[in-house]
C-alpha cells in the first residue's frame, strides 16, 4: 500500500502530547483534518512530498488546543467591545473610563461595561445610579459586576425597563434602592433582565460581526474548541444556533461549540435541538441550569449564613425539589447536566440531585458537572469521584475577587475549603478548566497561571499553596479534561493518532520558563480541524 501524504507536518523540540507529563521532540503529520503520524523526524519523513507544508519549530511549546469548558460566546462578544471597568480603583475612575468609553462611541444606542468591583475601590461602597447619570443623563448605560451577577445603571436605563418604586423584585432578583424605596441603580440576579433584553437587541447583522470577532479573538489564543453555556432567559436573543450553523455551512468556523441551553423542564425543545445539532464541530451537548449566584454578592447558597450578614444563607434559584425533578428527568432521556454551584449548599444540592438521578434512573456513564465550585463542604469533595461529575473550574475567579471581602463574607472556617483544585485532582475526579468568558478573560494561560502559582488578588500572597498543581496536570485540565467531559476523549484532548488535528504552538516551552512568566505566552499558531486559523509565524519551509 503507497505511504498517505502529509498535508502538513510540525516539527519541534517541545510537543507536549499530553499522554506524559513533559514535552519532547517529535513531528507530527496531518492529513485533511486529523494527525496520521507522530515520530522522529526521520519516522515521518516519508509522509512528506511536494505539497506537504512543513513547519519546523525549535523550543516553542506544540500542544492539543486548548479546550474552554465554561465560556459564553455571543454575550463575550458583546463585552469585548465595551467598558473594561477592572482597572477602575474608585468610582470616580470608573466614570472617568465610562465616560471615555461613551465619547468614542457617540452613536452607540446603549452603554455597555463590566467587570466593576467595588471591593477594589478607596470606600468599598457600591456606586449609584446618581453618579451614572451626571456622565450619562440621556443615553442608557448597563455596567456588568465583575462576577456578571448584579449590575449598576442608570436612571435612563430603568426608566427604559419601566423600573419605578412601585416594580416588585422578580423570583431571584432584587432591584437596589435607597432609603426612600426609590431604584438606586443595582440590580442584582433576574433584576437585570428587563434592562438585558433591551441594551441586546441586535439585528442579525451585528450578530454575524460580533461572532467573527470572538472567533478571531479566540483563534489568535489557540482555542479550537469551546462550550458555551446557557447565561440567563433575558439573552435568549443572542442563543443563536442558527447563526453558528451558517457558519459551519460555509465552513468558516475556527472552534469547536459544544452548546448547553437551559436545563428548565422543556424536554422536548431539547430533544429537537439535540437531534438538530450534532457534528464534530457544533453541537448541542447537554443542559444547564444556575443552583445560585456570587459569593460577594451574598446571592451564593450556603449550608451556614454569612459570616458578616447572619440573618442569610444566599438561596437557591429554583426550589430543591423542582431541581431535582428537572434532573431525573432530563437524566433519564440521556442528556449531560450542568449546574452553576459556587456555596458549599448550592454544591451539595448539585450533588444530591445527580445522585437521585443514579438511583431513578440506574446508573450510567453520564459526565454531569458542576461548575466552578469555589467554597465547598469538606464532606462533598468525595462525591464527584463517586458520581463521575466533572470539576469544571476557573482558576483565575480565586485572583479576581477581592481576597479580604471574599474572607469577610465566608468566614475563616470556610475560608480552607475555596477552590481546592489539587485536593479535586488527588480524589481522581475529572478536572475541566475554562475562562467563564466574559466574566474573565478569554486567556487560557492566565488559568494556567493561576492553578499552578494560586497568586491571590494582591499579585504576591499565595492562596492555600498546598492547592497548587504541576503544570503538566494544567495542561490536560484545559484540553484531556473538557475532551472527556464532553464524551470526546477519542477524538480531541491530546495529540495521537487518529485524532482530530486541533493544536496550538505557543511562543515559548512554558515548562522552561519561571511561573511567573506563563501568562505573557503568545500564541504562533493555530490548527483547527487541520487548517491553519490563525498563525503568527513564519517558519513555513515550503
Known sequence: MSQQSADMILSGNAVFTGLSDQPEPASIAIKDNK?????????????VDENTKIYQFHDELIMPGFHDFHLHLMDGAVMMNSADLFPARSEQEALEIIR??????????????????????????????HSLDRVLPDRPALMYHAEGHYAWVNSKALEIANITRHTENPPYGVIGRDENGEPNGILYEKAMDEVIRHAYDFTEEQKRELFKDFSTHAASLGITSVHDLFATESMEMLYDYELFKEFEDKEELTTRIHFWPALNGNLEKAKQLRDTYQSDKLRMSGLKQFIDGVITARTAYLLEPYADQPETCGETSFPAEIIKKWVVDADKDGFSIRFHAIGDGAIRLALDAYEEAQKANGKRDSRHSVEHVEVIHPDDIHRFKELGVTVSMQPDHFAMSERGVYTERIGLEREKYVFPIRTFQETGANLAFGTDFPIDVLSPLLQIYRAVSRIDSSGETVWHPHERITLADALKAYTAGPAYGVFREQELGTLEVGKLADIAVLDRNLFNIPVEEIPDAKVELTIFDGKVVFSNTDVVNK
Not at 101 to 128: K, V
Open 100 to 129: 471615555e468609553f461613551a465619547e468614542s462611541r457617540p452613536e452607540a444606542p446603549w452603554i455597555i461595561g463590566s467587570t466593576w468591583d467595588a471591593g477594589y475601590w478607596d470606600t468599598q461602597q457600591l456606586p449609584s445610579r
Open 35 to 47: 494527525v496520521i503520524a507522530i515520530g522522529s523526524e526521520k519516522e515521518v519523513e516519508p509522509y
